[in-house]
């Protein structure tokens, strides 16, 4: 079994910034990915951003330039730095874990993400 929690959503003023984490435990395999969703009312979940234990990053083109992903694999967490934040950004933000090849696939909790003036 492996837990994913999310952590460090809130509030926030368009331009502002905010990071998220994501924290994996139990029975987590040596190689894996991270993805950050979100999903906001009405709205189909997106992929927003991926890393592999290596440090490989992906990001959607709307977040390109003002989201960056770090991970630390000694803690077995992710960080989803976000800068430059919109109102389209609101979301319930979504960490999912990917691995032993697909054999394992967890979801955390959903942290809230609300950019508003």
């Known amino acids: 079994q492996v837990q994913v929690v999310e952590s460090g959503g809130g509030l926030v003023q368009p331009g502002g910034s905010l990071r998220l984490s994501c924290a994996v435990s139990g029975s987590i395999s040596e190689i894996y990915l991270i993805t950050w969703y979100r999903q906001a009312p009405g709205k189909q979940r997106e992929l927003v951003a991926t890393i592999t234990t290596g440090g490989s990053t992906n990001y959607l083109d709307s977040v390109k330039g003002r989201f960056t992903l770090s991970r630390d694999n000694a803690k077995n967490t992710v960080y989803l730095q976000m800068n430059s934040l919109k109102p389209e950004d609101t979301a319930v933000y979504y960490c999912?874990?990917?691995?032993?090849?697909?054999?394992?696939?967890?979801w955390g909790q959903g942290t809230q993400v609300t950019v508003s003036s």
């Open positions: 999912n874990y990917y691995g032993d090849y697909g054999a394992d696939n967890y």
